[in-house]
């Protein structure tokens, strides 16, 4: 390996708002390489990614493309120096064929026309190279999620990406499909083109990529050649960070099942996403789903609270068969949740705090009434005296009830949230990344309420990616990769680096993977 | 009553050709992400345009390029408010289509002083293709017709075909069905979205025209009586495929033809006036129950996806 | 704790450090307070349309001034008052109909469909039962009420369960029921022998009561201003009316909520329609006491109603106010005809105008952020 590396990033450093996502991060690409970027969620790869694609700005450092410094206004400059992204989510035009999609944006043409068989000779041409076998003709929205990523493949590879960035590239894919997409991609380097793998699953590392790059709060915690990454280096620099003290004191008096998931499937949009999952969360107790975001637990939260359909499998709250109940049934008969998606779900942000705060309780008093003359009435006053009760309570920093909830820092929006579904007392509290977003001194009261839940005797299913907040909190801890429960661990069982492995797809068996031939 | 008279074929492109223009003004917008429904207020501003450019320039062609470039500017409002200050097309469309209605009788009063009905001795329309009386077939559907009649089929053809064949087309297309990804790769969205609302305009404005200077030769206030929604009903009819657009248009002229004759007998007219509307619906209905019934029947490919294997690879 | 923050997504709402208020920040918030107050949009397009449209009448060659005061005079004229409340309840009404479903974020472009529907069920009562009033006119109010809010229902579960949007269900359906009123007339239940299609005049049991000694306005102003206060109350005191608006703000936090949409969604567009056309039944039952084909229409009482509504973002607060302003611009441009020589269509086009100018109040935002709203 000589010369001048494909790609470099020299110090990037990139914040947001008071986030650092990148802290002095460099990366280099060698020509012909296959890179992969590890890290877990929040460590730091998508916003580098972002960078790299021109996306986001840097806030500092430097890009140099073939050794020349280089800064890109838009994805158009990336692409024009050779770069191509996969993103997770296709970008695909469902409705025209595999060679429109391609070629569109950069389209042969001849006397003025779109050159239809110039178009589909490219495709094949692609195909033959790369032994990827897709028809030029066929029309995108029929063809199966893997060859949709073929497809997407061949968009860069037809701009001639010289650098080609698969971001999470696995994750949609059967397992014969990750076995012919790591085949093209080790085509395509051998071919001389540089591709980035952004990735947290260890054995894609360790069976596809020449070099690693390891990030871990915006920064790199590790850069190995092939030969010398082992899983437990992986995972040791990906989650070895300072284990925080334990607020979890240990359980008090665990009494009867309140929420019992029995071999739960859900599926959505033809893809698998829960298979066969059984979960079961006694009164106080907290039990913890791990898992890299994209898992399968929030479908599974979905399916619990009764958004989403499941396919298969019972759900029981409080020995009561819920599978068939409403959101409104589910929620009245005991049920609260803390949702993933603040503003998308969990928050109306035109709304005022007073009114966030009561949806879900505008049915009861002392906001509504459930039965008598003022059932289906709203008392404003009560609303209003409640909304700043709940204010002062969980400590939201606002000039008044009556602002609405976008105007509120991340932080208070999302304490907000944690009161009005706190409030309802419910006998199971799920709480999907309820510190996302927060600030330090958030987190720790965040934290405190759901202790106290706990205490009084709620059942809390706590969905977080992020370990330490696991083992601050949690009894038990399952963790969740590809749809399925992959390993569980007791309170006396549960480390980072084991969760870390586990969340990472490596088998739940080993103490800690040694040997990069075990997985 | 003969349906099959060339007569009333005649009747049924004569009733048709507004539509297809405004329909295609329609469904172009619908395939760059625009909701467009100023089309009545585009066209009812076209007609006007024609008869006053017709009156003052004295040439019916002039009023036809009056009425294709005033109300190209007429939508400018639609097409920069909704494609680059993301407002909302629908409101825009609702306050343009009061506004078309109010400034034609207005203008008719400031500058003709007349109000109701404009046709003034002179007008002159547009002229019939009388050349093609004598010859079979065409003469009978096309000699009392104005070259906007066939020309509105050309244009179905040459659009069509531009979308299916050129790069500006192809990125068109792409531009409706994901945003997003056509400006991944470099095309400007809001642009095509703008530029194609104008072009609709233009398109409405040859609608107007051939309303006023080519069926009759007069212009009366509110003459679109709702063709502008007919239009609209059968963009959502061929659901994306411009090219149906003459199938649905002949249709929903021929119910338009064949309730004038109905009611030139004393029978229900209104039978054919709901057609449009009617039949819009119950496809659009059947089609979601059909594709609702087609997505059922197969079993989602529910057998458990295996954890990841062993790679099998390298090392 | 860090999150991935994702450019424009959910996650870049980073903790924000309190920051001590100087007495100018202090002073600007004020300021965005006062800016947000949801009377300043409507006020905005309000006196922004006045002027283009004074611009308009310069334009033509007319005095501005005296077309504007004509307006007032001629609406608001003492002797004219009485007809002006008469024809306020009717775009109050039909405002009302368009305001429900607009606090959930949903257009109703049906309303003429249902308005013509509510008043040949009011007809068919009317002219059918022999009844004394007491019992005929609330029957027909309240058969208008069904049949239009039966039919304007329809668009709930089209939209729900084969996902045709409520403003392509209900402009589609309003011409059919239009198309069946008007067959029905002309062929069913017409008078016979007359040239016009219409029914045949209600007995005097059937008119709407008067109002002492009003001509024009009649109990059917008091029904829509009951009406009205009923839609205040339920929107902003009932948990329906909360969840309703919570749809019209976040339908995803809504359903996440325990919100039912569907049934809300028909429920609200049941009212609507039903509004609608006890809108209808008002005007059969007030002179000339027949239902002519076509008349209920003419006057553009939805398409006003609606400008309305969305004038008034719906707020039920509100509607009254800009219902009353287009009643105005409406009634007054007769008399501004007469009295000024300004045609009265400049009416029309003043309610365009003041609708563009609200649908393009987005520029202030686009140019605050400097790029274009879509992507």
């Given at each position: 390996m000589t010369t001048v590396p494909a790609v470099a990033l020299v110090g990037i450093s990139k914040r947001f708002g008071a986030i650092?996502?990148?802290?002095g991060v460099d990366l280099v690409l060698s020509r012909g390489t296959v890179h992969a970027v590890m890290g877990e969620n929040g460590a730091g790869k998508s916003t580098l990614m972002s960078i790299l694609f021109g996306l986001v700005s840097p806030d500092s450092g430097n890009i140099f493309v073939d050794g020349k410094p280089t800064t890109f206004s838009g994805p158009l400059d990336a692409i024009s120096s050779g770069l191509g992204m996969v993103h997770q989510h296709f970008r695909l035009?469902?409705?025209?064929t595999v060679a429109e999609n391609v070629v569109y944006g950069a389209e042969p043409r001849r006397n003025g026309l779109v050159n239809r068989k110039a178009a589909h000779d490219r495709v094949r041409e692609l195909s033959a190279r790369y032994g990827l076998d897709v028809d030029?003709?066929?029309?995108?929205?029929?063809?199966?999620v893997g060859t949709q990523q073929r497809v997407e493949i061949f968009k860069a590879l037809h701009r001639d990406a010289r650098i080609l960035i698969l971001d999470e590239?696995?994750?949609?894919?059967t397992p014969g499909e990750v076995t012919s997409l790591f085949a093209v991609i080790r085509r395509a380097a051998d071919a001389g083109t540089t591709v980035v793998l952004v990735t947290h699953k260890i054995n894609e590392v360790l069976s596809v990529s020449d070099e690693v790059t390891v990030l871990r709060d915006g920064r790199v915690t590790g850069r190995f050649q092939r030969a010398d990454a082992t899983s437990a280096k992986l995972v040791h620099a990906m989650t070895g960070r300072e284990v925080t003290p334990?607020?979890?004191s240990g359980s008090g008096s665990v009494g009867a099942a309140v929420l019992r998931v029995n071999n739960l499937t859900v599926v959505d949009h033809h893809t698998v996403?829960?298979?066969d999952v059984s979960v079961d969360v006694r009164a106080g107790e907290i039990v913890g789903i791990a898992g890299v975001?994209?898992?399968g637990q929030h479908e599974l939260v979905e399916a619990i609270l009764g958004t989403r359909r499941a396919l298969s499998g019972t759900i029981e709250l409080l020995g009561r068969d819920?599978?068939?109940?409403?959101v409104r049934d589910r929620r009245a008969l005991g049920l609260a949740v803390i949702p993933e998606d603040r503003r998308g779900e969990g928050s109306?942000?035109?709304?005022s705090t007073a009114e966030n705060l009561t949806l879900g309780h505008h049915?009861?008093?002392?906001?509504?009434?459930?039965?008598?003359?003022?059932?289906?009435w709203i008392s404003l006053r009560a609303e209003r005296a409640r909304a700043r009760d709940l204010i002062a309570e969980y400590d939201v920093r606002t000039?008044?009830?009556?602002?609405?909830?976008?105007?509120?820092?991340g932080g208070n929006a999302q304490k907000v949230v944690i009161a009005r579904e706190l409030?309802?007392?419910?006998?199971l509290l799920i709480a999907e990344?309820?510190?996302?977003?927060?600030?330090v001194g958030a987190i720790e009261a965040i934290h405190g309420r759901l202790l106290d839940y706990r205490a009084t005797g709620g059942a809390i299913l706590l969905v977080s990616h992020e370990i330490t907040e696991l083992l601050a909190l949690a009894d038990r801890i399952l963790v969740m990769y590809a749809g399925r429960i992959f390993a569980e661990f007791s309170r006396s069982e549960a480390t980072t680096a084991r969760i870390g492995a586990a969340m990472a797809g490596a088998q739940a068996e080993t103490d800690i993977p040694t040997e990069a031939s075990r997985l | 009553m003969n349906v099959f008279e060339w007569g009333f074929v005649a009747a049924v492109l004569l009733a048709a050709t507004p539509i297809l223009y405004s329909s295609l003004a329609g469904a172009l917008s619908s395939q760059v992400g625009v909701f467009n429904i100023a089309l009545e207020g585009q066209m009812l501003w076209g007609a006007f345009a024609a008869v006053a450019g017709s009156f003052y320039t004295g040439s019916a062609w002039a009023g036809v390029l009056i009425a294709v470039v005033t109300t190209a500017l007429f939508s400018v409002t639609l097409a920069v408010g909704s494609?680059?200050?993301?407002?909302d097309p629908i409101v825009i469309a609702i306050g343009t289509n009061l506004f078309a209605l109010g400034i034609t009788g207005f203008l008719m009063r400031v500058l003709?002083?007349?109000?109701?009905t404009f046709s003034p001795r002179g007008l002159q329309g547009l002229d019939k293709m009388?050349?093609?009386?004598?010859?079979?077939v065409l003469g009978p559907v096309f000699?009392?017709?104005?070259?906007l009649v066939p020309l509105a089929f050309v244009f179905i053809v040459v659009i069509g075909l531009w979308l299916k064949l050129t790069p500006s087309g192809l990125r068109l297309r792409g531009v409706g069905e994901h945003p997003e990804a056509a400006s991944s790769l470099g095309i400007k969205v809001a642009s095509y979205q703008m530029w194609v609302t104008i072009a609709g305009g233009a398109l409405c404005g040859i609608a107007g025209a051939q309303l006023s200077l080519?069926?009759?030769t007069v212009f009366t206030e509110n003459m679109t009586a709702g063709r502008g929604w007919i239009a609209v009903a059968a963009v959502m009819l061929v659901m994306g495929r411009p090219l149906w657009l003459p199938v649905a248009c002949l249709g929903f002229g021929a119910a338009e033809a064949l309730g004038f004759r109905l009611q030139g007998i004393g029978a229900p007219q209104q039978l054919t006036d709901a057609a449009p509307y009617a039949i819009t619906i119950a496809v659009l209905v059947g089609m979601r129950m059909w594709v609702t019934a087609r997505n059922r029947r197969p079993s989602l490919s529910a057998q458990p996806v295996p954890l990841p294997s062993q790679p099998e690879s390298t090392s | 704790m860090n999150i991935e923050p994702v450019p424009?997504?959910?996650?870049?709402?980073a903790p924000r450090a309190p920051e001590p208020l100087s007495r100018r920040s202090r002073a600007s918030a004020l300021l965005t307070l006062a800016v947000r107050h949801p009377a300043v949009v409507p006020t905005g397009a309000v006196v922004l349309a006045v002027l283009i449209g004074a611009a308009i009448v310069l334009a033509a060659g007319l005095n501005p001034i005296s077309a504007y005061s004509a307006v007032l005079a001629g609406a608001l004229d003492l002797e004219n008052l009485d007809y002006t409340f008469s024809v306020w309840a009717l775009i109050c009404g039909m405002a009302l109909a368009a305001a429900i479903p607009l606090r959930m974020g949903?257009?109703?472009?049906g309303g003429n469909g249902q308005m013509v529907l509510g008043g040949l069920a009011a007809a068919f009562i009317a002219g059918q039962l022999d009844l004394p009033s007491i019992l005929l006119i609330p029957l027909a109010v309240v058969a208008a009420g069904v049949v239009a809010g039966a039919f304007g229902a329809i668009s709930a579960p089209l939209s729900t369960?084969?996902?045709?949007?409520i403003i392509i269900s209900t402009l589609l359906l309003s011409p059919v029921a239009v198309a069946i009123v008007s067959y029905l007339l002309r062929f069913q239940l017409g008078e016979a022998?007359?040239?016009?299609?219409q029914t045949e005049r209600f007995p005097d049991s059937a008119h709407m009561w008067a109002?002492?000694?009003?001509?024009?306005?009649?109990m059917g102003l008091i029904l829509i201003i009951v009406l009205m206060a009923l839609f205040w109350l339920v929107d902003s005191r009932s948990a329906v009316g909360f969840e309703l608006r919570v749809i019209g703000a976040n339908r995803r936090f809504a359903s996440y909520g325990g919100v039912r949409v569907g049934r809300l969604a028909f429920g609200a567009m049941a009212a609507s329609g039903a509004v609608a056309g006890v809108v209808g039944a008002i005007i059969v039952l007030s002179p000339p006491y027949r239902l002519v084909d076509g008349a209920l229409l003419s006057p553009g009482y939805t398409f006003a109603g609606l400008a309305a509504a969305l004038l008034a973002g719906g707020r039920p607060a509100f509607v009254p106010l800009t219902a009353a302003l287009f009643t105005i611009l409406q009634v007054g441009g007769g008399g501004m005809e007469r009295?000024?020589?300004?045609?009265?269509?400049l009416s029309d086009v003043l309610q365009g105008v003041v609708i563009i100018v609200l649908a393009l109040r987005t520029i202030v935002d686009s140019r605050r952020t400097g790029r274009s709203a879509t992507s």
């Open positions: 650092v996502a990148n802290d035009f469902e409705s025209m030029p003709g066929a029309v995108v929205g029929t063809l199966s590239p696995t994750a949609v894919l334990v607020a979890n996403r829960v298979t975001s994209g898992n819920i599978g068939a109940a409403s109306a942000v035109q709304l049915r009861t008093a002392p906001v509504g009434a459930s039965r008598g003359l003022r059932r289906g000039s008044g009830e009556q602002l609405p909830v976008g105007s509120l820092s409030s309802h007392n419910a006998p990344q309820p510190t996302q977003g927060v600030d | 494609a680059r200050w993301g407002a003709f002083d007349v109000s109701g009388s050349f093609l009386a004598e010859i079979p000699a009392g017709q104005t070259a080519g069926n009759v | 424009g997504g959910p996650g870049t709402v949903e257009f109703n472009l369960r084969y996902g045709i949007p022998g007359s040239a016009v299609a109002l002492g000694s009003l001509s024009y306005s009649n009295s000024a020589d300004v045609p009265r269509q």
